[in-house]
């Protein structure tokens, strides 16, 4: 063969092979998952406002993870009061049993709060207790607080004992670090599966001086009421007593992290603690029925609705953020069965997944929650898109323009059952082959 | 550049797409999905006695599936009595819905139960009712029985209508290839997602003859109690009034199809009939007091128990099969609470998908799951190997033979809550991306 033909024949192969490595890109998988979640809020965590009287300090313990950060520790000045709301999981672990009892004890001064991540401490036994025991006791040592007002709360693998030395070993690095202004990495230091750190402010001019709301959470599966696996610690420079605080946040943590679901599992350690340090020149908060509590009640429940979004957010494997709105229902209860039903069902999210507008699925989900339903008086519709009414598919409804509406990043699910006033909404995430592969190999 | 010099660089540039093609080779997805499950039953599907007085046709309407059979006729013989199960959804389908209102009445005669796959005739508003009344009224005319003893059910996609004039063009020639012999040519013309036909078989001597009962099952994903979807179809020629078989069948249900859930779904369409012909040559059957009651009952429960494990065997993306068993809980309700908790666990499920025995998520599960619990009186064991107890890991527990279980392919997973004589078993299968690649895109 000549020279110049041989050229060819090579070239016609770099064509073909060319060829064959397109076809090939086809089949192989797009792209490896992408590191933060495609729903996480495009202008990155948020600018938070100092909070007079909290200060953040971060440390990298080791307790499970290399390379990280995976302790944070948080100052709050004398004469702050603190509220919170827990998981009702029948095996909490030792931590949020240890918050609860703290929580109920009326111990005023100062206050810390400790967490770690890598290690839920949950499951551990007597063991569980005693290291709970070991950090409050050096913590209030080393920080000068009562060991009552010690909070710590622990994230991560079940049934495994937390090596609490580590974390003590880095207790007097973290009281030399202590700054107002590092909210963010504390944030980032308590998550696990989480691919971004989670952030919500609000700010406003009350009476003789502005107040102030700043916290972070983590959480990302595991998420279901009653409060998700999920981490909340809230900072307001308020001046409020301890008892609206708690009435407060119970009832903000029912119509926020009480309505989200990621995948219909409960953690054993779910936490949320607000903390007011009372430092604000504004007037002292009134309680729920006053003008000034109102406001503020307002204020909270936008930084808890705003952290329970971004949890559904980074949903594991998550690529849809779903709202489910029910309508109609003999009672609230009832309608929250049923919202609670879609936004659970694996064959609705799948099909979300799929951008699939798979409505009867919706209509299965229904029927399984329940709570009563007469199939003739039933419509749903995506969005503005009516899609089903009167027990069957909507006159107007096309396949096309409900295929057309799953392709948002943002989806609204309405279901109207048309028998009563109960109203509900709960917000939850698609489920994807992305949830199977980090849970069927989380531990290893 | 010369000749040889551009020769040399094409067969340089040959190799590096070589390099690139094999690379790429192994990040492609390994193999298509097996077509059957690998749960499925060895020995495929086994021989099913003939019933006497009951003959099968099967046929291609083309309702949805194309290139198979869709539709299946039974053909139950003078003097049969039926009995029946049916979904508790609230948006249950027309043809349930037919069902459950001609059971109820005491007609007798001869019967038809005709079935169709690929639309399950649901949420199709006045229009399901139509359908099924014009199928009803031909199989009756083309059939001779009355109206009220045609049986229909359908199974496929939600929310269609279905046209029922291409079953209904099949009906002279289902009655024209009637045979007694074709019982798993009928199992399989009602698949959908199913990988296997599922059949089952029990047969005894009784006093004065031999009793026989056949029956096959469809059902695969949307499967949770009540009924999963799920069609069943049970025969025997035995000699048992209408009122005994009915207590029978509830009872059987409870003990059998009610205790298995693959995705926590309920379906609008799940439907169990059983026909008994009472051609039998045995005395008369009693009630559950008697010895011949009791002696049909265990039958009846072996053959619906054998179909129910099998439906689970064919949950959707399933590669293990698992047992859950609680034990010493207060109540056999709460019993069932914990043991449904885990089994539908979406993290349970996935790390067994991963065979990672994640025991911890068990924990998880239990605290869940609405029953009373005490973690430190909680011990769990997988198969024989005890995992934790006294609320903790157990001293002699490794990972190494939990994770040697986790292989098999067929698990076993106790919990046993220390508390009182309540009691479940319930099975099901574990969470795969197989799953959710048969979901996100069902209907396309």
Sequence with gaps: MSGKKKLKKARRKIEKLKGKLKARADVAPAKKPTIVSPLAPKSGFPKLPTIDGVRFATASAGVKYKDRTDVMLVELAEGSVIAGAFTRSATRAAP??????????????????????????????????????????????????????????????????????????????????????????????????????????????????????????????????????????????????????????????????????????????????????????????????????????????????????QVVRDGEGATKFVEVRVTGADTDADANKVAMAIANSPLVKTAIAGEDPNWGRIVMAVGKSGARADRDRLSISFGDIVVAEKGWVSPGYTEESGAAYMKQEDLLINVDLGLGGGTAVVWTCDLTNRYIEINADYRS
């Design 96 to 309: 949020v049993l240890d918050c609860e009892a703290k929580l109920g004890r009326a111990a005023t001064g100062g206050a810390v709060i400790l967490v770690n991540a890598g290690n839920a401490n949950a499951f551990t036994g007597q063991a569980g207790q005693t290291s709970v025991d070991a950090i409050s006791s050096e913590v209030a040592r080393i920080m000068g607080v009562g060991q009552g007002r010690v909070f710590t709360s622990s994230t991560g693998v079940i049934g495994q004992p937390l090596p609490h030395d580590r974390i003590i070993a880095r207790l007097d690095e973290l009281k030399a670090a202590l700054s107002p202004e590092t909210i963010a990495s504390a944030a980032a230091a308590i998550m696990t599966t989480d691919t971004f750190p989670k952030g919500a402010a609000a700010e406003y001019e009350a009476e003789g001086g502005v107040i102030r709301i700043a916290g972070f959470a983590k959480g990302s599966g595991m998420i279901a009421p009653d409060m998700a696996t999920m981490l909340v610690y809230i900072f307001t420079d308020a001046k409020i007593s301890q008892k609206t605080l708690q009435a407060m946040v119970s009832k903000c943590v029912d119509r926020t992290f009480n309505r989200i679901t990621v995948d219909s599992d409960t953690s054993t350690s779910d936490s949320l603690l607000v903390a007011a340090t009372r430092r604000s020149a504004a007037a002292e908060v009134g309680d729920m029925r006053s003008a000034s509590g109102k406001r503020f009640y307002e204020a909270l429940e936008s930084v808890m609705l705003d952290l329970a979004h």
